[in-house]
């Protein structure tokens, strides 16, 4: 076993522990702080898959973004910090029966897929995929407007999240 191979180990372990405490935590500001280490350990594996920029966007989008909005909207509008209701549907075990199907499903997909042995050289030369992705995202055809719309909801996430708060 390589060095990477145990790398990629202990990244994959830490990431499903702290997704499984994630859903498993009695406090929510803790379940948003695992979130913060899992998506982490998302972004430590395309690392080591050599896609900096998508582990920079995970890092800057999912963890600084999203994930610091979740907490703040938690603690702006929570009274309670500890919730005091039921943390396991008595039907879990189907949920977790679905899952794993639906796991195994796209496995099966996945490695019978034609894509599933290319590498990276096997890619059309000559074209950079983040040059086409930032002309993608600026195109008034292509992806500014969801980013717009993305950037107004959460606004307006976060002033309803003040204005629930606010003592009156």
Same mark, same amino acid.
């Given at each position: 076993?390589?060095?990477l191979e145990?790398?990629f180990l &202990?990244? *994959? %372990? +830490?990431?499903?522990?702290a !997704? $499984?405490?994630? @859903?498993?935590t009695?406090y929510? &500001?803790? *379940? %948003? +702080?695992?979130l913060?280490l !899992? $998506?982490?350990? @998302?972004?430590?594996?395309f690392?080591?898959?050599? %896609?900096?920029?998508?582990?920079v966007?995970q890092?800057? @989008?999912y963890?600084?973004a999203?994930?610091?909005?979740?907490?703040?909207?938690?603690m702006?509008?929570r009274? @309670?910090?500890r919730d005091?209701?039921?943390?396991?549907?008595?039907?879990?075990?189907?949920?977790a029966l679905v899952?794993v199907a639906?796991?195994?499903?796209?496995?099966?997909?996945?490695?019978?897929?034609p894509?599933?042995?290319?590498t990276?050289?096997?890619l059309?030369?000559?074209?950079?995929?983040?040059v086409?992705?930032?002309q993608?995202?600026?195109?008034?055809n292509?992806?500014?407007l969801?980013?717009?719309?993305?950037?107004?909801?959460?606004?307006?996430?976060?002033?309803?999240?003040?204005y629930?708060?606010?003592?009156?």
């Open positions: 076993m390589t060095g145990i790398v &202990v990244i *994959a %372990a +830490l990431t499903i522990s !997704a $499984l405490m994630v @859903v498993t009695r929510l &500001v803790h *379940a %948003a +702080l695992w913060i !899992a $998506l982490f350990g @998302v972004a430590a594996t690392v080591l898959l050599n %896609a900096t920029f998508l582990a966007v890092v800057v @989008v963890i600084g999203i994930a610091v909005l979740m907490i703040f909207a938690i702006l509008t009274k @309670v910090m005091s209701g039921p943390q396991m549907n008595p039907r879990w075990g189907w949920a899952g639906l796991f195994a499903a796209l496995a099966f997909v996945f490695t019978r897929s894509a599933a042995g290319m990276a050289s096997d059309v030369a000559g074209a950079d995929p983040v086409e992705l930032g993608a995202l600026v195109s008034p292509a992806y500014v969801p980013f717009e719309v993305a950037s107004v909801l959460l606004l307006a996430a976060m002033i309803g999240a003040i629930v708060a606010w003592k009156k």
